[in-house]
């Protein structure tokens, strides 16, 4: 009986398909928001806790004026960092490696192709901080350090754009009015945490980007990694002893740098992503919410316009049970098949933007189990109350219905 | 014998106070098993809410109501549909049929409710609509046939489910006189052959006349029950 109802309601459901289209996307735009979210969010949580882990040992980053992020700033007067407040963070024991940064957009150039990429001023122990292995070549010697001496390392992303699939070592590209040997590329390392490439870029010696690119011997930030055996409290406290000494702040005034811990820094950003994900995911609960209510108010039409056929049915024996039933199975069947559909559609909008962004696709099972109860229950809770109101019916007055 | 159908001083009273209608008021009456009954009356008189007491559809307001002598005007909704269900066929002046079913799917209809598995369902509707001259009609939709036609189709649906009796409140008063009298024919060789105690409400007098019996009513009161001419 209850296998005869069920296919009472999908012929039902199918005899009038736009009505049923209608009626259905509203569950659809609802469920495939959420997934959507969901699967989104999740990815780009899998994609924060990634970066995290390819931190290695920890990292803090160094900064002038008081903010942690945006343009360095919190006040004019915070002076630049030099190559000698790096040296001194060097020798302090809780620091195994550290990488003075300068960085700026420039455009590079080689034969015909010309890629605007972003060039890093920094040691050769950046790649040791980052923990970013070389594609191939090699990285910056001492030498070519001190003496400023014009070569450079390429990010991925930059040897693609100028040098197809061809060997890049040894060939020689102009950075501005720059010539440079080009000595070793990077490894891939895919999308940050907030979607950049973090491909795109162009490492050179520091001094070299100071005096022929940028013209002066200023210094934005040093990153530096801790030794292993060191806290990051103990890191941060170390580095703000040295740098408060060095940049003559007194007892009683604040510092003028700032230094972040990068892990901090991704679980926060994990924590935001959460917190994002949440409010969306909530967004698109109501949005179902209102796709329930969208099935409730088709039934109760559906109801008054088959009032005449509830009375024959009631007439030819049917109890008030089965009328129940026969509604309720046509609600939760509409439901289900928007839920089915806004799966399939928040699956196909995740996979579509986690290519976009460059992030993992991570479906999760237990999701879309409870997307689909979801819309059972929502064809549940806003079917009963058509369904009873059919059920109900006086079978004298639904049969003079017309 | 025990009466089929027995109504003691029933009476169905509509409203309350000045708006009171007294649709049926003291009615006693008995129709056997096998009988065929007229009901005839001008309008407002009490015949379609009597047979909607009958066919468990109403209740009376006051009164009894036996059916195989068992007191039934104080079922509930489910009883008196499992009443319906197992005993009762009904045949409407509008024909009453699913506009988006097939003639077979409208005649399955009160099988699918008894329970009846499909195949064996869809045999007994086929048959159903043989004996109602039907065959080949299965699969036409109600807006394909014509009127006659789709009354035979709720003839079958009433029929169908093998019922005692068959309720029939104007079956022909949207028919022309032609068509009218092929129903009445039907209609009177399915109580002459296989026994289906027929009431039906009905304006004429030569439709009335395929009865054995007839009762007028007015003012809601029965005010003749006497054999049909012709009849013994
Ligand atoms: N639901 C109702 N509410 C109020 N009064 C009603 C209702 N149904 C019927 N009546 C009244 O009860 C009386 C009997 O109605 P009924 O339908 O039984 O008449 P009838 O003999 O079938 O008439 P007709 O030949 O016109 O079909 C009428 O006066 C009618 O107005
Ligand atoms: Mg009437």
Redesign the pocket.
Known sequence: MLWETVTLAFITITRNKLRTFLTVLGVVIGVAAVIAMVTIGQGSSAQVSASVASLGSNVLTIRSGTRAFGPPGGGESAPKFTLKDADALADLPQIAYVAPIVTGGQTVVFGNANASTQIYGTSADYLKVQNWPLALGRGFEGTEETAGAAVCVLGQTVRTKLFGTSDPIDETVRVKNVACQVIGVLAAKGAGSFGQDQDDIVLMPIKTVQRRLEGNKDVASISVALRKSATSAQGIKAVQAVMRDRRHIGLTQADNFNVTDMKELSSMLSGVNAVLTGMLSSVAAVSLLVGGIGIMNIMLVSVTERTREIGIRLAVGASSGQVLTQFLVEAIVLSLMGGVIGILVGLGLAYGASVFMAIPFAPSGAVVAMAFGFSALVGVVFGYFPARRAARLDP?EALRHQ | MEPLIAFRDVARI??SGEAE?R?LDGVDLTINKGEFVAIM??????????MNIIGCLDRPTSGKYLFQGTEVQDLDQDSRALLRRHYLGFVFQGFNLLARASALENVELPLIYKGIPKAERVARAKRALEKVGLAGRENHDPSQLSGGQQQRVAIARALAGDPMVILAD?PTGNLDSHRGHEIMQLLQALNRDEGITIVM?T?EEDIAAYAQRLLV?TD?KLTRDEAVKGHS
């Open positions: 004298i | 509509y409203g209608v649709a009356g001008p309008s407002g008189s009490g015949k379609s809410t009597s104007e409400v304006h009513f809601g």
